[in-house]
């Protein structure tokens, strides 16, 4: 059974850091390149970070690049998402999934809330 379980999300200030990790259980994850997500109210989710399966490969979107920083653990069969200099517009709920060809593989975690606000 695929699990994907987020956490480390909070409410935030902004400028301020967070760092939010995902474990990963139930399918080949050192073989599985992974992605975070993030969804807020009235949008659609969108892909924040992505890392291949050696961690050599990274790629972010353009509105984190330079502040968020993905990396993995394939011993611990963890992905990790350091956020930093955060801003309002990074509020949302935030997702790890596996992905192939540009596609998530699995359901969607219970995902886990970041709120940034002063």
């Known amino acids: 059974q695929v699990r994907l379980v987020e956490s480390g999300g909070g409410l935030v200030q902004p400028g301020g850091s967070r760092r939010l990790s995902c474990a990963a259980s139930?399918?080949?994850?050192?073989?599985?390149?992974m992605g975070w997500f993030r969804q807020s109210p009235g949008k659609e989710r969108e892909l924040v970070a992505a890392i291949g399966t050696l961690a050599k490969l990274t790629e972010y979107a353009d509105s984190v690049k330079g502040r968020f920083t993905i990396s993995r653990d394939n011993v611990k069969n963890m992905v990790y998402l350091q956020m930093n200099s955060l801003k309002s517009e990074d509020t949302a709920v935030y997702y790890c999934n596996a992905r192939s060809r540009g596609k998530t593989v699995y359901s969607w975690g219970q995902g886990t809330q970041v709120t940034v606000s002063s």
């Open positions: 139930g399918f080949a994850f050192s073989n599985s390149a």
